[in-house]
């Protein structure tokens, strides 16, 4: 997941605000939604007035197994 929230900020857009007309800056992203489609909440305050807006990052589809994940290998020492 932490991967899709990533890939979702860096092709993020800030709204514009619909009374200053500026650009909104990032506030936070958050998980709205998992299954069966991942919706990603991202948050945006205008620096000036205050006013917050909302855009939404979906997934569709499964992005495939993890593969392989790694562990601490554990080695027996001879006392």
């Known amino acids: 997941m932490v991967d899709r929230l990533r890939s979702a900020a860096e092709q993020l857009e800030a709204p514009t605000c619909p009374d200053c007309h500026i ?13 069966p489609v991942s919706i990603i909440a991202h948050l945006f305050v205008c620096p ?8 939404d990052t979906t997934f569709r ?3 495939g197994s993890p593969g ?3 562990a601490p290998r554990f080695t027996a020492h001879a006392a």
Not at 23 to 35: C, G, Q
Not at 48 to 55: D, I, M, N
């Open 61 to 63: 589809g499964n992005l």
């Open 48 to 55: 000036h007035c205050k006013r917050a807006g909302q855009t």
């Open 23 to 35: 650009e909104m800056r990032w506030y936070r992203s958050e998980l709205l939604a998992d299954e």
């Open 68 to 70: 392989r994940l790694s």
